[in-house]
Antibody, heavy 129, light 107 residues
């Protein structure tokens, strides 16, 4: 069974830092792109950052570039999001999710920037003084 | 960036009724790379549909997706009590964007 379990959220002051973690199990973690998606209270979903299978490619939404860093440790089946210089507008539930493989003619591969077939339950980040 | 617009914002229906949700893109979504998710209060989103019309594993056949180009539709043929939730569309043809969601509430 695929499981994604986030941790590391909490209350932090503006300008502070947090490191989120996502523990993955039930699938071969190293063969999938992974992503962080956030949802501000009462709002919709927003892609934050995603990372290629071996961590060689990383992409960010403009609003977090230079402040957030996505990383992964395939030996530990874990995904991370280091968040620095936090702002009130970063307050949200942060979900990690698995990007599905693209399958065509019986061949499947990870292509990135795809749809998300499994999600964790999220970890809440609150930025407030 | 492709902007997705969902309508209506809220849909008030009774169990057993048919729900039709719309997702419109600001430009054509290549290869019909559009997905639909369901999110219940306090829960993570759940994948329903990918590739505009393919149901994800375990999704009941009362959920169906259609459309291409810039206009896509999610249809729930007969609403069950557990279907009252918020539904998001997402395009993955050009980067990644989500629509603002449609809330399906009990009338």
């Amino acid at each position: 069974e695929v499981q994604l379990v986030e941790s590391g959220g909490g209350l932090v002051q503006p300008g502070g830092s947090l490191r989120l973690s996502c523990a993955a199990s039930g699938f071969t973690f190293s063969t999938y792109w992974m992503i962080w998606v956030r949802q501000a209270p009462g709002k919709g979903l927003e892609w934050v950052a995603n990372i290629e299978k071996d961590g060689s490619e990383k992409y960010y939404v403009d609003s977090v570039k230079g402040r957030f860093t996505i990383s992964r440790d395939n030996a530990k089946n874990s995904l991370y999001l280091q968040m620095n210089s936090l702002r009130a507008e970063d307050t949200a539930m942060y979900y990690c999710a698995r990007e599905s493989h693209h399958c065509s003619n019986g061949i499947c591969y990870a292509r990135g920037f795809y749809y998300f077939d499994y999600w964790g339950q999220g970890t809440l980040v609150t930025v407030s003084s | 960036e492709i902007v997705l617009t969902q309508s209506p914002g809220t849909l008030s229906l009774s169990p057993g009724e048919r729900a039709t949700l719309s997702c419109r893109a600001s430009q054509s979504v290549s290869s019909s790379y559009l997905a639909w998710y369901q999110q219940k209060t306090g829960q993570a989103p759940r994948l329903l549909i990918y590739g505009a019309s393919s149901r994800a594993t375990g999704i009941p056949d009362r959920f169906s997706g259609s459309g291409s180009g810039t206009d896509f539709t999610l249809t729930i043929s007969r609403l069950e009590p557990e279907d009252f939730a918020v539904y998001y569309c997402q395009q993955y043809g050009s980067s990644l964007t989500f629509g603002p969601g449609t809330k399906v509430e009990i009338k």
